[in-house]
């Protein structure tokens, strides 16, 4: 491999098992000053600061495997996965795939090496073909870790492109994310897709954080995403986050095993959403400023 390259494509090609297209995937090369970690968000995303030889790095536009021909999408190890009469489904969809994006990233090329948008599209097609997917697959996990990934990338996008709207079309995928985390986590109690041993939880690529990552996320998100103007029904699905916190720093030695970051978050989150939750409150700061605002005006 020259010397500079960002990525490369893998030699022996990948065949679609939806319409048996065959292509060659590209993945990121590792080392040579590539990755230069930064911060880890409250939403457990590991950034990275731009690096002076390859500038600012996406190690996110290369996990899901795409077919450049029907867009059928989906992790590595899931790709060749669904049942024949599931495929089938999937042809059929084809053209909304196709469709669907079109109106928000006209062209596409998965042949090249990917830039935002292919990394975007490659999240909103995985999204899409998990429905496709067995339980044993953990499809409703999947779908909502790439949901957020999608939604991490259009962030990003965002702050390439302002004004562009991608701002509003990342909230959509951030609600999309809390949804399925949240049916993730109902289906994994309710023992209708219980969570694979071997499962990598994310939800970023340096760190995996494993059941009590999921746990958080599905609070955090609800909680920062979750919004409702019944206030009732905020302070409910607050009450419910705030337990779900409550189970990841626990009690005692329970909470050592626990990632530190994880903790961390979760105690200030936590703390977050008792505030949030007093002003929502019959006679709380939050009804005490809008009786004054009334008055004033």
């Not at 599905?218 to 009450?239: I, M």
């Amino acid at each position: 491999m020259a010397e500079g390259h960002l990525t490369f494509f893998e030699k022996k090609q990948t065949v679609c098992p939806v319409c048996n297209a065959k292509f060659f995937r590209e993945d990121l090369l590792s080392g040579g000053g590539r990755l230069i970690a930064g911060n880890l968000t409250k939403e457990l995303r590991r950034q990275y600061d731009p690096s002076k030889k390859y500038g600012q790095v996406h190690p996110l536009l290369y996990p899901v495997t795409v077919c450049p021909v029907c867009y059928f999408a989906a992790f590595p190890q899931d790709f060749g996965g669904p049942s024949e009469s599931r495929r089938k489904k999937a042809e059929v969809n084809a053209d909304e795939r196709r469709e669907s994006i079109s109106s928000i990233f006209p062209q596409l090329d998965f042949t090249a090496p990917r830039a935002l948008r292919e990394g975007i599209a490659s999240y909103y097609f995985s999204v899409m073909c998990y429905d496709f997917y067995e339980k044993r697959a953990n499809p409703t996990y999947k779908a909502g870790l790439c949901a957020l990934r999608a939604a991490w990338l259009l962030s990003d996008l965002d702050k390439q492109e302002p004004g562009e709207g991608w701002d509003t079309l990342a909230l959509l995928f951030y609600r999309k994310a809390n949804f399925y985390y949240r049916l993730a986590l109902e289906r994994e109690s309710a023992g209708q897709e219980p969570f694979d041993a071997n499962l990598a939880f994310g939800p970023d690529l340096d760190k995996n954080y494993g059941y009590y990552g999921v746990i958080y996320l599905a609070a955090y998100l609800d909680f920062k995403y979750g919004t409702t103007p019944d206030r009732e029904k905020r302070v409910a699905a607050l009450q419910y986050d705030r337990r779900m916190m409550a189970k990841i720093f626990g009690v005692g030695k329970s909470s050592k095993n626990r990632p530190a970051a994880i903790l961390d978050n979760a105690k200030e989150v936590y703390e977050q959403m008792g505030a949030e939750m007093e002003k929502l409150r019959p006679g709380g700061a939050g009804e005490a400023a809008e009786t004054a605002a009334a008055g004033d005006a």
